[in-house]
């Protein structure tokens, strides 16, 4: 099949994914299309849950393995939609519809050139793909749970709307639950230790907190109190304020560093953080996938959005079309031609170094 027919077979692949609720956990019915494809194509795949996966057919055991990845759940749809967010629609060049940014285009993108290449022989990696699920949840039945059935991956191009550039590398993520607690007491009578009140010296902390390695990449661990609740009634003061704090780790510092440095020093009654495992991630400035994106013309940068990249000990580079300004935004949209530039600088770019 020429590129131009696989580019259009994507974009009809993507329509019908657009169109079948797929939130996270809930993919069976999007997965049972990505399986249509492979049947379709004529080649082999298995289902593992509601990843669907495949590799190469000259597979060969002792050569390096570059996974190609991207994820067919989404998160529900936000109250501002004007459009149906599961009704592909195209308008202007652009394909509208939940997922249709985030992760859709990337994922139909990827499995044009997994075919595309699928046949060939004589690589110099093997190739694996794999359409996951629950990567919106960050789910135990996603990526992560491929790991240890899929052949060992060397390396990974993980599919997220980067438009076509190059993040070679992208934060980490830990999330901790805080209690900042005081006195309980009624509101009419003095309290000189109330838990509200003291939250104020917590939240200064937590803002003018800085974190010293910085990253060249991704520039400084960022740090933000994201969620405040305290309180039954107006006239009680209460015992505890809870918090959660979002922290986005640059690659100078692992995330059991930076629960070491919260856990010692804040000033939190208690801090304990949710999951240590969504590690940032990068990949070397001189491997040859991205020596080979840099030739062919596309731009190295630092994302700061967390994707599958997390769950990977491999290097891995993130790449996709699409804009992640637009993931998650009411009436969704990815415009027809970024998936045509996708699948081509895919193949652009494997060709260089398989």
């Known amino acids: 099949m020429t590129t131009q ?61 570059l996974l190609l990845n991207s994820h067919h759940d989404t998160v529900k749809p936000n109250t501002a939609y004007t459009k149906d967010p599961l009704k592909a629609i195209v308008e202007d060049g652009k394909l509208y519809g939940l997922g249709s940014n985030d992760a859709g ?22 190739l694996v793909i794999v359409a996951s699920a629950e990567e919106e949840s960050s789910g135990p039945n996603g990526l992560n749970s491929m790991l240890s059935i899929i052949p060992k991956i060397d390396v990974a191009i993980v599919g997220e709307p980067t438009l076509m550039n190059l993040a070679v590398a ?22 000189n230790d109330n838990a509200i009140y003291n939250t104020i010296e917590v939240l200064n902390w937590f803002k003018d907190y800085k974190f010293e ?33 979002d922290v986005r780790v640059n690659d100078k510092y692992t995330n059991a560093e930076i629960n070491d440095i919260l856990v010692n020093e804040s000033p939190c009654t208690e801090i304990k953080a949710r999951s240590l495992r969504l590690n940032s991630s990068s990949i070397p400035k001189d491997h040859e996938l991205v020596k080979a994106g840099v030739e062919i013309g596309r731009t190295m940068y630092g994302s700061p959005t967390l994707s599958d990249q997390a769950v990977l000990t491999c290097s891995s580079l993130k790449l996709g079309p699409g804009d992640s300004t637009r993931s998650h935004s009411a009436d969704e949209f990815i ?14 770019l494997l060709e260089k170094i398989l």
């Open 213 to 245: 390695r910085s990253s060249e990449a991704l520039g400084d661990v960022k740090m933000t109190v994201s969620q405040i609740q305290a309180g039954k009634q107006h006239n009680a003061i209460p015992a505890e304020v809870d918090l959660v704090i």
């Open 5 to 65: 027919q696989l580019t259009e077979e994507a974009i009809l692949l993507l329509k019908n994914l657009i169109e079948t609720q797929s939130f996270s956990s809930e993919e069976d019915k999007t997965a049972e299309l990505i399986e249509a494809w492979f049947i379709q194509k004529e080649i082999p795949f298995t289902r593992t849950k509601n990843n669907v996966w495949a590799t190469n057919k000259d597979f060969t055991e002792g050569k390096p393995t």
């Open 335 to 348: 415009y027809l031609n970024e998936i045509e530039e996708g699948v081509a600088i895919y193949i652009q």
């Open 105 to 126: 285009g990337c994922l139909v993108s990827l499995i044009a050139t997994f075919t595309y290449f699928y046949n060939k022989p004589n690589l110099k990696y093997n």
């Open 170 to 191: 992208e934060k980490g993520l830990v999330v901790f639950d805080a209690k900042v607690k005081g006195t309980p007491s009624h509101a009419a009578h003095p309290n």
